[in-house]
């Protein structure tokens, strides 16, 4: 074939995560020198999302749920900084770093890999008070800021105060928001036997949701026993209930509740990476009908874009931002947006632009469900397995037990796994730690602070 960038076909990854690390991996092992890769991504990291509920309870350490693209691909270009432009009609992409400097990479395959942002809605104050729950910042933001206020709660006699900052909001019952929410209320449980001065009727936990249940990937008793387990534990479940407003932390909800809040954590669906809907900014096109599928790319069975007139040669997408026909669920079903899938799109794009440069048939994206499973803090859990055909729900320990056991064996790098484990060992010996560290977004502020004080000089 014919190379833009040199006797080596070049492959180009936007986007380092689950879909961006495995494809990247995949195409050195199938092909070693034989191919040229570049991987962007904004971060120099890959973020393993599922154990995010875990780091925002504390259960694991922040650095554990990350792989280094630049340990894990060897050989591989990675280059940090924000896609700002696809233009696909000169085969080139617009890369910005933080310093504003602006690179242009040519290839000869693109793998879009971008994954999805938050999907807010036009409620007032959401923009300004609430955080997302899928970058290892924010789960690291949300444990330091329910630990910090219970160290600021047991130090102030104030009732408005301390009440304000012992209420924390969930917006979201999926999988990540239920998650999110059960684990941090285990971690504030725990954290409580050091806190003589606060009881656990002090502490309010929210979880609002606009529909009738929670973890709608699950049966109906396995819904039923997520919301026995949180609401046992004291977690407020509001079901078909809407934020209308949450302006200056104060929320209002359509029940009619109204209260301060310290912490809105918005884990309310996804949509694809924006920059693909953006047609300054893209020449891909993407889906335009609203709904699940709107602004993702369409791909055909073997993860090739698809075009107006068949698909686009040379360009595969997959993961979160691609609209993924699921041919072991049956005709006209879709990949949901899951890590399951998203890993195993990876290599199958990997495969097939290994393929398409030795000139052999494509093959579709073929993968049958292994089930869900979720943890709700220690030693509870909810979910099904798959077993060939045949489903099998499970829940409390067997099902935490599995989900820690699945996801372990998930995360890259044999060295974090033993990392995370040797971590949770060890909170099982000496408990998890209680520190949150607030200052952590601004680590310059005690220096500055001792720089200002003291006697000026005259
Ligand atoms: C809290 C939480 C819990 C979850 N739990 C589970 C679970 O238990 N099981 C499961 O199967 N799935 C789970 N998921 C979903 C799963 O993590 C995602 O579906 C999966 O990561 C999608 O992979 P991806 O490669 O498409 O996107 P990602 O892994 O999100 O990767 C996209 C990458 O693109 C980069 N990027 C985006 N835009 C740009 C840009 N303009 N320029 C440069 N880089 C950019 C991002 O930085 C990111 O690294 C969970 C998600 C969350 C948030």
Known sequence: ???????????????????????????????????????????????????????????????????????????TKVVTGAVSAIRHADRTVVVTTDEDVTLEIAYDYLVVGLGSVPRLLPIPGLAEQAIGFKQVEEAVAVRDRILGNLAEAASTKDPAVRKRLLTFTFVGGGFAGGEAISEAEDMVRDAL????????????FVLIDAAPFIFPEVSEEQRAYALNQLRERGVEVKLETFLNSCEGGVVKLSD????????????????????????????LPTIQERGPMGGRLAVLPD???????????????????????????????????????????????????????????????????????????????????????????????????????????????????AAVVAGWVANAVSRRDIIGIPQSSTPRAAFELAANSGPKKK
């Open 256 to 283: 009619g509740d109204e209260f301060e809040t310290d912490l809105i954590v918005w884990n309310a669906g996804v949509k694809p990476a924006p920059i693909l809907s953006d047609t300054e900014a893209s020449d």
């Open 1 to 75: 074939m014919n190379t833009t960038t040199g006797a080596k076909p070049h492959v180009l990854i936007l986007g380092g995560g689950s879909v961006g690390l495995n494809a990247a991996h995949d195409l050195r092992a199938a092909l070693g020198s034989e191919v040229a890769i570049t991987i962007v991504d904004s971060r120099p990291y890959m973020t393993y999302q599922p154990f995010l509920p875990e780091v925002g309870a504390g259960s694991i350490d922040p650095r554990n749920v990350l792989a280094p693209l630049r340990k894990v691909l060897a050989g």
């Open 303 to 417: 993860l090739r874009v698809k075009g107006d007139n068949g698909p686009i040669e040379g360009v595969f997408s997959a993961g979160d931002c691609a609209w993924v026909p699921d041919l072991a669920s049956g005709e006209g079903k879709f990949c949901p947006p899951n890590a399951q899938h998203a890993v195993r799109q990876g290599k199958r794009v990997a495969d097939n632009i290994a393929r398409s440069i030795q000139g052999r048939p494509l093959v579709d994206y073929y993968h049958k469900n292994l089930g869900v499973l979720a943890t709700l803090g220690m030693y509870k859990g909810v979910g099904y397995m798959m077993l060939g055909d045949k489903r099998i729900d499970i829940k409390g320990l067997p099902a935490w037990a599995a989900a820690r056991a699945y996801h372990v064996y998930a995360m890259p790098t044999v060295g974090r796994k």
């Open 193 to 204: 036997r050091y806190y003589p001065d606060l009881h656990a009727s002090d502490i309010r």
